[in-house]
C-alpha cells in the first residue's frame, strides 16, 4: 500500500490542523492506520492509531483530548484533527499502515509495527 500524507505547516500554538493520508495500491479497509512524529534530534514516537472500521483507536498521553484520529474507507484516507497544538507538537508527522488483527493490537503503538509509511508532513507550531 502507498500512503501520501498532507495537511501540514506552520500555526501559532492554541491552533488547529488537520493532516490527511491517502491510501492507494491495495484494499485500504483491510489496514489499521497510525500517526507517528519525529522531532529533529528524537526518536520517532506514536501519536495515534485506528482499526480497520474506526471502532478501536489509541492515543498517546501527549496528545490525548487534543487530537482525533479518523478515517473513511470509501475515501481511503485516514484523517488526524490535531487542536490546541502546542510548541512541543512540532515534528515530522507520518502515517503508518498494517494489516489489521490481533497482532496489530499488540503492537500498534511500535514503529516497528508498520511495514508501509508515508513521506512525513512538517507541522510547526510556534509560541
Known amino acids: 500500500v502507498q500512503l501520501q500524507a498532507s495537511g501540514g505547516g506552520l500555526v501559532q500554538a492554541g491552533g488547529s490542523l488537520r493532516l490527511s493520508c491517502a491510501a492507494s495500491?491495495?484494499?485500504?479497509?483491510?489496514?489499521?492506520m497510525a500517526w507517528f512524529r519525529q522531532a529533529p534530534g528524537k526518536e520517532r514516537e506514536f501519536v495515534a492509531a485506528?482499526?480497520?472500521?474506526?471502532?478501536?483507536?489509541y492515543y498517546a498521553d501527549s496528545v490525548r483530548g487534543r487530537f482525533t484520529i479518523s478515517r473513511d474507507n470509501a475515501q481511503n484516507t485516514v484523517y488526524l484533527q490535531m487542536n490546541s497544538l502546542k510548541p512541543e507538537d512540532t515534528a515530522v508527522y507520518y502515517c503508518?499502515?498494517?494489516?489489521?488483527?490481533?497482532?496489530?493490537?499488540?503492537?500498534?503503538?511500535?514503529?516497528?509495527?508498520?511495514?508501509?509509511w508515508g513521506q512525513g508532513t512538517q507541522v510547526t507550531v510556534s509560541s
Open positions: 495500491g491495495r484494499t485500504f479497509s483491510s489496514y489499521a
Open positions: 485506528i482499526s480497520w472500521s474506526g471502532f478501536s483507536t
Open positions: 503508518a499502515a498494517d494489516l489489521d488483527g490481533s497482532s496489530w493490537r499488540r503492537r500498534h503503538q511500535l514503529v516497528s509495527g508498520y511495514p508501509y
